[in-house]
């Protein structure tokens, strides 16, 4: 399986289908909390669900230059019950942040085939959260196919978002994509490749901004 006609495929997402979807929405300015001409926007599908076949997601937003220190990530059930809930510290820079989810919480709610919701809300006033922006969205841990744990098995490092894109897995194809990135940010066969896995989501506008070099690390 050679890896040009792949990288074609990463370029595109395919959704699943999943009825009448929300839909994406970033968090505008309140306040002086947020500076600069972009929002904070999560880097997910615009039907504002993403699945994944991990046992430790990692979520992806773009942050905009803010007063905010630190941004409050939840994940919630179908009821809107808690279920965990931790500090993130946020970059001194705008850029794409990334927050990748503990496996002990995914081990022991992060039910396989069920939805769940999370947030993140940036802390400008820790003591007024109404007045912090958010974002919010859908997940869903999901069992891939024997087809496709075949071909992941078989494939390549590079191969894989391609997999997970045609497969309607956004999260492990941005998540696997991203990381190639960090560790190659020059190789023009992977920018192109992202560039094109956030347009085929409308999110064009945020490709080119920097990837923070590390996952952000929570407070606790």
């Not at 630190?70 to 794409?96: H, M, R, W």
Request: with cysteine; net charge positive.
């Amino acid at each position: 399986m050679c890896s040009a006609p792949l990288l074609a495929i990463a370029q595109e997402y395919r959704p699943p289908q999943r009825g009448t979807p929300a839909r994406r929405e970033g968090a505008g300015t309140r306040g002086t909390c947020l500076r600069g001409p972009k929002l904070l926007m999560p880097l997910i599908p615009i039907n504002n669900f993403s699945a994944t076949v991990s046992s430790s997601p990692t979520f992806f937003w773009y942050v905009p230059r803010t007063e905010a220190q630190t941004a409050e990530f939840a994940l919630l059930d179908s009821n809107d019950q808690t279920l965990y809930k931790t500090v993130i510290k946020l970059p001194n820079t705008p850029g794409i942040v990334s927050f990748n989810l503990p496996t002990n919480v995914t081990t022991s709610v992060l039910t396989v085939g069920k939805d769940f919701h999370w947030q993140l809300s940036l802390l400008c006033d820790p003591s007024q959260p109404s007045v912090n922006p958010f974002v919010e969205g859908v997940v869903q841990r999901i069992k891939p196919s024997a087809a496709l744990a075949s071909q992941l098995k078989k494939a390549s490092v590079r191969d894989r978002p391609a997999l997970y894109a045609t497969a309607g897995i956004w999260q492990d194809a941005i998540a696997t994509l991203a990381q190639q990135r960090r560790a190659n940010p020059q190789d023009p066969r992977l920018v192109d490749s992202w560039s094109r896995l956030l347009q085929s989501v409308q999110l064009e506008d945020f490709a080119k901004e920097p990837l923070q070099s590390c996952p952000t690390v929570p407070q606790r």
